[in-house]
C-alpha cells in the first residue's frame, strides 16, 4: 500500500509538472501574440499598463476619459468597444488592473477596489490630467466609485456600465474560491485552471453576452489567452471571490458621491443583477440616473455601443459645461449659412 500511494503521489507531481509546464508555454505564446499596446509608469512600486490616447488639437481641459475593465479582461477590452467611436474628440486612457494584462499585481491589498483606484488615481495625476471622467464595466465599476470617493475633483464624472458595487446574496463560482486558497489555489491557477478554462473559454464568452451575441472577433480583439497566464487567472480569481466584502463595507459611503454618474444596464444581465447593483447606485448617489437596455446583456458597450455612448457624452456635458459651450459656439460659428 505504501508503495502505491508513493507511485500515485509521484504519478499526481509529475502530471501537475507536465501541466505547469504547458502553462507556461501558453503563456509565452499568448504574450508573443498579444503584446503590450502602451507604456509602462510606476505608481507607488506598482508598474501600470496604460495606454493614453490624445487627438489631434487636443488641449489642457479639454474632456478626458478614463476606462477601467471589468473581471476577466484587460484594458484591450474597452480600447476595442470605446476607440473607435471617440478617439476623434476625447483625451482616452485606457489602464489595466493590477494583476491584469500587463499590469504588475503589487503587495498587500491588491484585490482590493480601492487599492486599485489609488493606482489609477497615481497614474492619472502622473499624467497631469486634472478633470476626467471614470468608466467602469463591471468589477471595473466597483474601482469608478473609490475614485470618485478618494478624488472627487479629479473624476469629476462617472460611467458605470453593468457595474458590480453592492453586495449580493450567495457567493461566486467555485473554481474562483479554490483559485484564492493560500497555497491551494497558486497551485491550482498554475496547473489545471489554465487548460480547463481555455476549453470553457467559447462557452464562458457566450454566457457573458447573452441573450445577445459576441462580436465574431471578440476573443481575439481583447486577446483572452492573456487571461489564461497563471499570474493573471489567479490574480483575477483574488478579485471576483474577494469583491463581496469589499463593496459590503464601501455602500454605505456612497452618498457621499455626488458627481454626475450615468448607470447604464442590460435589462436581460445575468451576471450582475441590475436590480441590486444598478438600483443600488442610483438610489444612493444623488446626482446618477439609470439607462435600462432592453434585451441587452452584460456587454452593452460592445453590443449596444451608440446607446453607452451618448450617455458617456452626456455626463461630458455635465463635467466640462464650459469646454461644451466653446464647442457648441464653435460649430455654430462654422456652419454654413442658410439661404
Known amino acids: 500500500m505504501t508503495v502505491f500511494l508513493l507511485i500515485l503521489a509521484g504519478g499526481s507531481i509529475a502530471a501537475l509538472g507536465a501541466l505547469a509546464l504547458h502553462a507556461m508555454q501558453r503563456t509565452s505564446v499568448a504574450e508573443a501574440r498579444f503584446p503590450p499596446l502602451g507604456a509602462m509608469q510606476t505608481v507607488d512600486g506598482v508598474a501600470l499598463h496604460y495606454v493614453d490616447h490624445v487627438p489631434p488639437g487636443w488641449e489642457a481641459g479639454d474632456p478626458v476619459l478614463v476606462f477601467v475593465h471589468g473581471a476577466s479582461a484587460n484594458l484591450r477590452d474597452p480600447v476595442a468597444a470605446f476607440r473607435p467611436a471617440l478617439s476623434a474628440r476625447y483625451r482616452l486612457i485606457f489602464v489595466d488592473r493590477p494583476g491584469h494584462g500587463y499590469s504588475q499585481r503589487g503587495e498587500g491589498a491588491a484585490h482590493s477596489p480601492a487599492r486599485q483606484a489609488a493606482l489609477i488615481a497615481g497614474l492619472v495625476t502622473h499624467l497631469e490630467v486634472g478633470k476626467a471622467v471614470a468608466v467602469g464595466h463591471s468589477w471595473g465599476g466597483a474601482v469608478v466609485a ?21 453586495p449580493w446574496p450567495g457567493g461566486v463560482n467555485w473554481y474562483y474560491d479554490v483559485a484564492a486558497l493560500p497555497v491551494v489555489g497558486a497551485v491550482f491557477s498554475h496547473t489545471i485552471a489554465p487548460a480547463v478554462a481555455s476549453l470553457v473559454a467559447s462557452n464562458g464568452v457566450d454566457s457573458v453576452f447573452a441573450p445577445e451575441p459576441a462580436p465574431d472577433n ?45 448607470v447604464i444596464t442590460g435589462d436581460a444581465d445575468t451576471i450582475v443583477y441590475p436590480d441590486i447593483h444598478s438600483a443600488g447606485l442610483v438610489r444612493d448617489l444623488p446626482n446618477a440616473w439609470r439607462v435600462d437596455l432592453a434585451g441587452a446583456g452584460h456587454m452593452p458597450h460592445h453590443t449596444r455601443t451608440d446607446a453607452v455612448v451618448r450617455e458617456i457624452e452626456a455626463v461630458v456635458a455635465k463635467t466640462y459645461p464650459d469646454h461644451m459651450r466653446a464647442a457648441n459656439a464653435s460649430e455654430t460659428k462654422n456652419a454654413p449659412a442658410r439661404l
Not at 146 to 166: C, M
Not at 235 to 259: C, G, T, W
Open 146 to 166: 473609490q475614485l470618485a470617493l478618494q478624488a472627487p475633483d479629479t473624476f469629476a464624472g462617472l460611467v458605470f456600465i453593468a457595474p458590480a458595487t453592492h
Open 218 to 262: 471578440y476573443q481575439k480583439s481583447i486577446g483572452l489567452p492573456l487571461l489564461f497566464r497563471p499570474h493573471s487567472f489567479l490574480a483575477n480569481a483574488r478579485d471576483v471571490s474577494r469583491l463581496k466584502p469589499e463593496v459590503e463595507a464601501a455602500a454605505p459611503r456612497y452618498p457621499q458621491i455626488d458627481q454626475p454618474a450615468a
